[in-house]
């Protein structure tokens, strides 16, 4: 008699769509990395090309001169649509595309290795760098002329590589703790519906062999429980049976039971960065009180024989100098803009703080932080909208007539409305309290909602 032998086979792993989506990102990693270096030689012309190039003549196009396509390009097309990209498909633009990531990553691998100090991962860094980015690109107008974009991503991206190189082995340091634009991209990934998820049981469970993965952020990836920091990279898919590329609801991370990273720096950053600097950035520029302040301002200093102020000599690096664009700034102008914009993102910061507080503590049960992550749509789809003003500028000048740009931006703005009121509503209205403190927590939540829509109500439709 033949013995019979039982061979135990393993059941195959039921994958789905997108669990295989995320399998090919981490088999095809060079393909990715291919497209990276692709994007990086591109970012280096549009930043670095432009800066050799005279100044845009009258009548110019983005067809017909460079400049003004690396512009349109760059701040009308690009920055718009990476921040699309985060609310939709969480931050593959960082882990995928990001040249400076890249950059920085590279940097890493052949550096110095040294360990990441103290002072470099305060959380804070994100929201100063964000702020302070945003304010100094008014004030050199970087939209606009190519120097000041060189001298501010220029700037940002030899910093990436200076981090990379002194800190970290085969990491994106920078990313993780310094890059400006990271705390915002890490708000609004919180609502993505697409995510790397980890099952921290089939994590525990897994008995195989399963291969070093280089997480580049510095994620604890077996506990990793907010899409805030993964840069969707792909590069842990599959990892030992228990990580793999899911959707989701979009308002499961902030509607989740315990607050999931909903840190002071990040309720910080969306409340006086994105709600309050970056809409007071979007508006000076338009705004009749802007006028009236610097009218004010320059009738004081001449009344006062004090000329100093009304002098255009600063360097082009400091304020907006270009005479052959007849576009220069006084002294007065950079004053009055830091003015504007601090005193804007004070009261409409102030303004949500306070409510968002108040809300939190008529409620009962529930952390102001966490509360404040409702309004994560509201301000990521202002930011989209104020960048994409570059798009409407640019079309414009082409001759593209816009007449459905007011109902588009009235549609937006009203999702954006209505997704952080629900939201806002969903958390204040489980909470444990007399229906009446409920009603009254509401009332609170909406106010700086109503603040932040009648801001962009006067700069879209009434300026
Ligand atoms: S956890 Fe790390 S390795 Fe995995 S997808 Fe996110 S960034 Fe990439």
């Given at each position: 008699m033949i013995p019979i032998q039982v061979v135990r086979v393993a059941p195959p792993r039921k994958t789905h769509l997108l669990q295989r989506l995320g399998d090919a990102m981490r088999r095809h990693a060079r393909l990715i990395r291919a497209l990276q270096w692709m994007v990086v030689l591109f970012y280096l012309a549009l930043v670095?090309?432009?800066?050799f190039l005279p100044l845009p003549p009258q009548g110019a196009s983005v067809l017909n001169n460079l400049t003004l396509f690396a512009q349109f390009l760059f701040w009308g097309i690009w920055w718009p649509f990476v921040i699309l990209s985060v609310f939709l498909l969480g931050r593959v633009w960082c882990g995928v595309l990001c040249p400076e990531g890249a950059l920085s990553e590279l940097a890493s691998k052949h550096g110095l290795g040294k360990a990441i100090p103290r002072w470099l991962r305060w959380s804070g860094w994100p929201t100063v760098a964000f702020i302070l980015t945003t304010v100094y690109g008014q004030l050199v107008s970087v939209y606009e002329y190519p120097q000041a974009a060189l001298l501010i991503l220029g700037g940002s991206t030899v910093a990436a590589i200076i981090v990379g190189y002194v800190y970290g082995?085969?990491?994106r340091v920078w990313c993780r703790y310094?890059?400006?634009v990271s705390g915002v991209f890490g708000l609004l990934a919180?609502?993505?519906?697409?995510h790397f998820a980890v099952d921290e049981s089939a994590w525990r469970e897994f008995s195989g062999h399963a291969a070093r993965v280089n997480c580049a952020p510095l994620i604890d990836m077996r506990h990793m429980?907010?899409?805030?920091?993964?840069?969707?990279?792909?590069?842990?898919?599959?990892h030992r049976d228990a990580i793999a590329l899911e959707a989701r609801w979009p308002n499961q991370e902030i509607l989740a039971a315990t607050p999931r990273d909903a840190s002071t720096p990040d309720a910080i950053l969306l409340i006086y960065?994105?709600?309050g600097v970056a809409m007071a950035a979007f508006q000076w520029s338009a705004s009749p009180w802007f006028v009236a302040l610097k009218a004010l301002a320059a009738d004081w200093l001449i009344a006062h024989d004090s000329f100093v102020l009304l002098?255009?000599?600063?360097p082009w690096w400091l304020l907006t100098h270009y005479p052959a664009a007849a576009d220069v700034f006084t002294w007065l102008d950079g004053l009055c803009i830091l003015a504007y914009i601090g005193t804007m993102a004070l009261i409409l910061g102030s303004l949500t703080l306070v409510c968002m507080r108040g809300a939190a503590r008529l409620a009962g049960d529930i952390d102001w932080r966490h509360l404040t992550m409702a309004l994560i749509p509201l301000a990521g789809l202002g930011v989209f909208l104020g960048l994409s003003m570059m798009t409407t500028t640019h079309l414009r000048a082409e001759g593209?007539?816009?007449?459905?740009l007011g109902p588009v931006r009235t549609f937006l703005l009203s999702i954006a409305l209505g997704w952080s009121g629900w939201l806002g509503w969903r958390l204040l209205w489980r909470?444990?309290?007399h229906r009446l403190a409920s009603l009254a927590a509401c009332a609170l939540y909406c106010m700086p909602l109503l603040a932040v829509w009648a801001c962009w109500y006067l700069l879209f439709f009434v300026w």
């Open positions: 670095v090309l432009p800066v082995k085969n990491k310094l890059c400006p919180k609502v993505a519906p697409l429980s907010s899409a805030s920091k993964c840069h969707s990279c792909g590069r842990c898919s599959g960065g994105m709600l002098q255009d000599n600063a593209v007539t816009l007449d459905w909470q444990q309290v």
